[in-house]
Protein backbone atom coordinates (compact mmCIF):
# COMPACT_ATOMS: atom_id res chain seq x y z
CA UNK A 1 0.00 0.00 0.00
CA UNK A 2 2.06 2.99 -1.57
CA UNK A 3 2.14 6.44 0.83
CA UNK A 4 3.65 8.85 1.86
CA UNK A 5 6.16 8.79 4.32
CA UNK A 6 5.61 12.53 6.04
CA UNK A 7 4.08 11.52 9.66
CA UNK A 8 6.91 14.79 11.30
CA UNK A 9 5.80 16.85 14.18
CA UNK A 10 3.47 19.27 13.81
CA UNK A 11 4.68 22.45 12.92
CA UNK A 12 3.26 25.94 13.61
CA UNK A 13 3.49 28.74 9.94
CA UNK A 14 2.06 31.46 11.92
CA UNK A 15 4.54 34.29 10.75
CA UNK A 16 6.24 33.97 14.42
CA UNK A 17 8.88 31.65 15.50
CA UNK A 18 7.66 29.14 17.66
CA UNK A 19 10.24 29.63 20.24
CA UNK A 20 9.05 33.62 20.27
CA UNK A 21 5.37 32.76 19.99
CA UNK A 22 6.01 30.30 23.24
CA UNK A 23 7.90 33.50 25.16
CA UNK A 24 4.39 35.69 24.00
CA UNK A 25 1.99 33.15 25.72
CA UNK A 26 4.47 32.66 28.77
CA UNK A 27 4.20 36.69 29.63
CA UNK A 28 0.81 36.78 29.08
CA UNK A 29 0.23 34.30 31.82
CA UNK A 30 2.87 36.09 33.78
CA UNK A 31 1.62 39.31 33.45
CA UNK A 32 -2.61 37.52 34.48
CA UNK A 33 -1.11 35.68 37.55
CA UNK A 34 0.48 39.44 38.73
CA UNK A 35 -2.79 41.05 38.34
CA UNK A 36 -4.59 37.97 40.25
CA UNK A 37 -2.04 38.12 43.14
CA UNK A 38 -2.53 42.14 43.25
CA UNK A 39 -5.75 41.73 43.86
CA UNK A 40 -6.54 39.10 46.18
CA UNK A 41 -3.77 41.15 48.21
CA UNK A 42 -6.12 44.23 47.51
CA UNK A 43 -9.36 42.56 48.35
CA UNK A 44 -7.74 41.27 51.71
CA UNK A 45 -6.34 44.28 53.07
CA UNK A 46 -9.37 46.46 51.66
CA UNK A 47 -12.13 43.47 52.56
CA UNK A 48 -13.33 43.73 49.28
CA UNK A 49 -15.04 40.39 48.34
CA UNK A 50 -15.74 41.85 44.76
CA UNK A 51 -11.94 42.53 44.27
CA UNK A 52 -11.39 38.96 45.28
CA UNK A 53 -13.72 37.45 42.70
CA UNK A 54 -12.28 39.63 40.04
CA UNK A 55 -9.14 38.20 40.76
CA UNK A 56 -10.89 34.65 40.87
CA UNK A 57 -12.14 35.48 37.01
CA UNK A 58 -8.67 36.93 36.16
CA UNK A 59 -7.25 33.53 37.38
CA UNK A 60 -9.01 31.28 34.89
CA UNK A 61 -7.85 34.09 32.14
CA UNK A 62 -4.08 32.86 33.21
CA UNK A 63 -5.25 29.18 33.21
CA UNK A 64 -7.11 29.26 29.81
CA UNK A 65 -3.70 31.01 28.38
CA UNK A 66 -1.56 28.33 30.64
CA UNK A 67 -3.65 25.46 28.91
CA UNK A 68 -2.85 26.93 25.57
CA UNK A 69 0.80 27.02 26.20
CA UNK A 70 1.14 23.58 27.03
CA UNK A 71 -0.65 22.48 24.76
CA UNK A 72 1.87 24.68 22.15
CA UNK A 73 4.05 22.97 23.42
CA UNK A 74 2.82 19.46 23.41
CA UNK A 75 2.08 19.94 19.74
CA UNK A 76 5.48 20.41 18.43
CA UNK A 77 6.55 16.64 19.62
CA UNK A 78 7.51 14.44 17.00
CA UNK A 79 5.54 11.45 16.08
CA UNK A 80 6.35 7.89 17.75
CA UNK A 81 5.23 4.73 17.85
CA UNK A 82 2.15 5.50 20.02
CA UNK A 83 0.92 9.26 18.49
CA UNK A 84 1.96 7.95 14.76
CA UNK A 85 0.48 11.53 13.30
CA UNK A 86 2.52 13.42 15.97
CA UNK A 87 0.83 15.24 18.93
CA UNK A 88 -0.92 18.16 16.75
CA UNK A 89 -4.39 17.73 18.21
CA UNK A 90 -3.23 18.34 21.75
CA UNK A 91 -4.46 22.39 20.51
CA UNK A 92 -7.39 21.32 19.06
CA UNK A 93 -8.39 19.19 22.36
CA UNK A 94 -7.23 23.34 24.50
CA UNK A 95 -9.37 24.56 21.90
CA UNK A 96 -12.30 22.76 22.55
CA UNK A 97 -11.47 23.33 26.57
CA UNK A 98 -11.04 26.76 26.81
CA UNK A 99 -14.08 27.23 24.18
CA UNK A 100 -16.25 25.01 26.37
CA UNK A 101 -15.70 27.42 29.42
CA UNK A 102 -16.06 30.48 27.34
CA UNK A 103 -19.83 29.09 26.93
CA UNK A 104 -20.01 28.80 29.97
CA UNK A 105 -18.86 31.66 31.39
CA UNK A 106 -21.56 33.39 28.68
CA UNK A 107 -24.42 31.75 30.22
CA UNK A 108 -22.84 32.69 33.79
CA UNK A 109 -23.37 36.66 32.45
CA UNK A 110 -26.47 36.25 30.87
CA UNK A 111 -27.97 34.81 34.01
CA UNK A 112 -26.68 37.26 36.20
CA UNK A 113 -27.68 40.18 34.12
CA UNK A 114 -31.02 39.03 33.70
CA UNK A 115 -31.55 38.85 38.12
CA UNK A 116 -30.06 42.25 37.56
CA UNK A 117 -32.43 43.96 35.76
CA UNK A 118 -35.29 43.01 38.30
CA UNK A 119 -33.02 44.22 40.81
CA UNK A 120 -29.90 46.38 39.81
CA UNK A 121 -27.18 46.67 42.72
CA UNK A 122 -25.46 49.19 43.46
CA UNK A 123 -21.43 50.08 42.53
CA UNK A 124 -19.42 50.04 45.47
CA UNK A 125 -17.21 53.46 44.20
CA UNK A 126 -14.75 54.88 42.09
CA UNK A 127 -12.23 52.12 43.27
CA UNK A 128 -14.09 49.66 41.31
CA UNK A 129 -13.79 51.66 38.34
CA UNK A 130 -10.18 52.18 38.99
CA UNK A 131 -9.14 48.39 39.27
CA UNK A 132 -11.62 47.66 36.49
CA UNK A 133 -8.95 50.36 34.41
CA UNK A 134 -5.78 48.65 35.42
CA UNK A 135 -7.83 45.02 34.49
CA UNK A 136 -8.23 46.50 31.28
CA UNK A 137 -4.78 47.69 30.92
CA UNK A 138 -3.68 43.95 31.87
CA UNK A 139 -5.67 42.19 29.29
CA UNK A 140 -4.84 44.48 26.61
CA UNK A 141 -1.06 43.86 27.06
CA UNK A 142 -2.27 40.25 26.98
CA UNK A 143 -4.67 40.34 23.58
CA UNK A 144 -1.56 42.09 21.68
CA UNK A 145 0.68 39.89 23.00
CA UNK A 146 -1.49 36.80 21.45
CA UNK A 147 -3.50 38.35 18.40
CA UNK A 148 -0.89 37.46 16.28
CA UNK A 149 -0.76 33.93 17.56
CA UNK A 150 -4.52 33.63 17.35
CA UNK A 151 -4.77 33.99 14.00
CA UNK A 152 -3.38 31.36 12.56
CA UNK A 153 -4.60 28.40 16.01
CA UNK A 154 -7.85 28.04 16.96
CA UNK A 155 -5.52 27.00 20.46
CA UNK A 156 -4.60 30.30 21.00
CA UNK A 157 -7.28 31.54 19.35
CA UNK A 158 -9.69 30.40 22.21
CA UNK A 159 -7.76 31.39 24.91
CA UNK A 160 -7.38 34.94 23.01
CA UNK A 161 -11.09 35.69 23.29
CA UNK A 162 -11.39 34.53 26.73
CA UNK A 163 -8.70 37.63 27.53
CA UNK A 164 -10.95 39.60 24.78
CA UNK A 165 -14.30 38.98 26.61
CA UNK A 166 -12.42 39.69 30.25
CA UNK A 167 -11.49 43.10 28.09
CA UNK A 168 -14.88 43.76 27.18
CA UNK A 169 -16.37 42.89 30.87
CA UNK A 170 -13.17 45.85 32.03
CA UNK A 171 -14.88 48.44 29.80
CA UNK A 172 -18.41 47.62 30.77
CA UNK A 173 -17.67 47.84 34.36
CA UNK A 174 -15.41 51.36 33.72
CA UNK A 175 -18.83 52.59 31.39
CA UNK A 176 -21.74 51.27 32.85
CA UNK A 177 -20.10 52.28 36.73
CA UNK A 178 -19.32 55.95 35.52
CA UNK A 179 -22.24 55.96 34.88
CA UNK A 180 -24.06 54.78 37.69
CA UNK A 181 -22.33 57.07 40.12
CA UNK A 182 -22.97 60.31 38.06
CA UNK A 183 -26.22 59.60 36.96
CA UNK A 184 -27.51 56.41 39.12
CA UNK A 185 -28.55 54.69 36.18
CA UNK A 186 -28.40 51.29 37.14
CA UNK A 187 -30.18 49.56 34.92
CA UNK A 188 -27.29 50.15 32.23
CA UNK A 189 -24.89 47.65 34.45
CA UNK A 190 -27.07 44.75 33.43
CA UNK A 191 -28.03 45.31 29.83
CA UNK A 192 -24.46 45.90 29.06
CA UNK A 193 -23.60 42.48 30.84
CA UNK A 194 -26.27 40.66 28.63
CA UNK A 195 -24.96 42.20 25.90
CA UNK A 196 -21.27 41.22 26.35
CA UNK A 197 -22.35 37.52 27.37
CA UNK A 198 -23.96 37.66 23.63
CA UNK A 199 -21.01 38.76 22.31
CA UNK A 200 -18.91 35.64 23.84
CA UNK A 201 -21.74 33.24 22.83
CA UNK A 202 -21.71 34.18 19.37
CA UNK A 203 -18.00 33.81 19.13
CA UNK A 204 -17.55 31.07 20.74
CA UNK A 205 -20.17 29.06 18.82
CA UNK A 206 -18.36 30.40 16.00
CA UNK A 207 -15.24 28.62 16.93
CA UNK A 208 -17.10 24.69 18.28
CA UNK A 209 -18.14 24.08 14.58
CA UNK A 210 -14.16 23.50 13.02
CA UNK A 211 -13.25 21.82 16.29
CA UNK A 212 -15.65 19.56 16.68
CA UNK A 213 -15.07 19.11 13.36
CA UNK A 214 -11.43 18.33 13.04
CA UNK A 215 -11.97 16.05 16.43
CA UNK A 216 -14.31 13.97 14.70
CA UNK A 217 -12.04 13.49 11.76
CA UNK A 218 -14.75 15.08 9.60
CA UNK A 219 -13.43 16.33 5.95
CA UNK A 220 -12.32 19.58 6.05
CA UNK A 221 -14.04 22.39 4.60
CA UNK A 222 -11.49 22.92 1.34
CA UNK A 223 -10.74 20.82 -0.80
CA UNK A 224 -14.11 19.23 -1.16
CA UNK A 225 -14.18 15.30 -1.09
CA UNK A 226 -15.81 15.66 -4.37
CA UNK A 227 -13.52 17.32 -5.48
CA UNK A 228 -10.60 15.00 -4.46
CA UNK A 229 -12.06 12.25 -5.84
CA UNK A 230 -12.82 13.77 -9.80
CA UNK A 231 -8.86 15.09 -8.97
CA UNK A 232 -7.90 11.56 -8.59
CA UNK A 233 -10.29 9.83 -11.15
CA UNK A 234 -9.02 12.23 -13.86
CA UNK A 235 -5.31 11.32 -13.95
CA UNK A 236 -4.47 8.76 -16.74
CA UNK A 237 -4.32 5.40 -15.95
CA UNK A 238 -6.99 5.65 -12.91
CA UNK A 239 -10.16 3.57 -14.24
CA UNK A 240 -12.18 3.94 -11.03
CA UNK A 241 -11.51 5.31 -7.47
CA UNK A 242 -13.87 4.50 -4.29
CA UNK A 243 -13.31 4.14 -0.92
CA UNK A 244 -12.24 7.84 0.02
CA UNK A 245 -11.97 9.33 2.39
CA UNK A 246 -10.71 12.76 3.59
CA UNK A 247 -9.66 13.98 6.81
CA UNK A 248 -8.14 16.17 9.04
CA UNK A 249 -4.54 15.68 10.86
CA UNK A 250 -4.28 19.18 12.37
CA UNK A 251 -4.83 22.68 11.58
CA UNK A 252 -2.55 22.24 9.00
CA UNK A 253 -2.23 19.38 7.26
CA UNK A 254 -4.99 16.99 5.55
CA UNK A 255 -4.79 13.42 4.85
CA UNK A 256 -6.05 11.26 2.43
CA UNK A 257 -6.69 7.38 1.86
CA UNK A 258 -8.69 5.53 -1.81
CA UNK A 259 -8.57 2.66 -3.73
CA UNK A 260 -7.64 3.10 -7.24
CA UNK A 261 -8.43 0.26 -9.86
CA UNK A 262 -5.45 0.27 -12.30
CA UNK A 263 -3.40 -1.50 -14.43
CA UNK A 264 -1.31 -3.52 -11.62
CA UNK A 265 1.96 -3.48 -14.17
CA UNK A 266 1.38 0.57 -14.09
CA UNK A 267 0.63 1.39 -10.06
CA UNK A 268 4.16 3.15 -9.47
CA UNK A 269 3.42 5.12 -11.94
CA UNK A 270 -0.09 5.92 -11.72
CA UNK A 271 0.42 6.41 -7.97
CA UNK A 272 3.39 8.90 -8.79
CA UNK A 273 0.81 10.83 -10.69
CA UNK A 274 -1.73 10.80 -8.29
CA UNK A 275 0.31 12.01 -5.46
CA UNK A 276 1.45 14.97 -7.52
CA UNK A 277 -2.09 16.03 -8.74
CA UNK A 278 -2.93 15.78 -4.88
CA UNK A 279 0.25 17.76 -3.89
CA UNK A 280 -0.29 20.32 -6.86
CA UNK A 281 -3.91 21.64 -6.48
CA UNK A 282 -4.53 20.73 -3.13
CA UNK A 283 -1.56 21.01 -1.10
CA UNK A 284 -2.10 17.41 0.04
CA UNK A 285 1.23 16.10 1.19
CA UNK A 286 -0.43 12.75 3.10
CA UNK A 287 -1.93 10.81 1.13
CA UNK A 288 -2.70 6.55 1.58
CA UNK A 289 -3.07 4.77 -1.91
CA UNK A 290 -4.21 1.06 -2.66
CA UNK A 291 -4.32 -0.20 -5.73
CA UNK A 292 -6.48 -3.15 -7.10
CA UNK A 293 -6.63 -4.99 -10.47
CA UNK A 294 -10.10 -4.49 -12.39
CA UNK A 295 -12.80 -6.92 -11.45
CA UNK A 296 -10.73 -7.96 -7.21
CA UNK A 297 -10.84 -6.39 -4.55
CA UNK A 298 -13.46 -4.31 -4.23
CA UNK A 299 -13.86 -3.72 -7.38
Not at 13 to 19: A, F, L, Q, S, V
Not at 183 to 204: F, K, N
Not at 213 to 231: G, I, N
Not at 262 to 285: M, N, T
Request: proline fraction near 5%; include cysteine.
Amino acid sequence: MPHDHSHHGHQHHHGIDPDAGDRRVAAAVGVNLALTVAQVAGGLMSGSIALIADAVHNLSDALSLGIAFAARRIARRPADDTMTFGYGRAEVVAALVNLTTLVVIGLVLVWEGVGRLFDPPPVEGWIVVILAGVALVVDLVTVLLTIRLAKGSMNIRAAYLHNLADALGSVAVIVAGTLILLYDWRLVDPIVTIGIAGYILWHAWRELPPVIRLLMLAAPQSPDTDEVRRAIAATEGVEDVHHVHLWQIDEARVSVEAHLVADPARAPEIVAAVKQALRARFDIAHSTLEVERPGSGCA
